[in-house]
């Protein structure tokens, strides 16, 4: 069973960049079809999706944060990386790692505040 970890600060002052890792164990990031997402979950706000990168390195973003964000990845630790640009406070929520076929990390409350 495919298990995914968000790792990375809580707290990230405004116009920095937020970055968070996730770690997956049970299964490999290059497995062909896997498609590993981003999504998170401001207060009080419904479900927003970030974006993915797929199982061969190649990315998609939501128009909503294409400009400002970045998902790479690490092969050799398993890991994919998100990276959100300029943030202000309305880019304090809970991020989820999350996989095509159902797993779900348990989710890392990011606050933006100086």
């Known amino acids: 069973q495919v298990q995914l970890q968000e790792s990375g600060p809580g707290l990230v002052k405004p116009s920095q960049t937020l970055s968070l890792t996730c770690t997956v164990s049970g299964g490999s990031i290059t497995t062909n079809n896997y498609y590993w997402s981003w999504i998170r979950q401001p207060p009080g706000k419904g479900l927003e999706w970030i974006g993915y990168?797929?199982?061969?390195?190649?990315?998609y973003y939501s128009p909503l944060f294409k400009s400002r964000t970045s998902i790479s990845r690490d092969t050799s630790k398993n890991q994919f990386t998100l990276q959100l640009n300029s943030v202000t406070p309305e880019d304090t929520a809970v991020y989820y790692c999350?996989?095509?076929?159902?797993?779900w990390g348990q989710g890392t409350l990011v606050t933006v505040a100086s």
């Open positions: 999350t996989s095509n076929v159902g797993s």
């Open positions: 990168i797929a199982y061969g390195g190649s990315s």
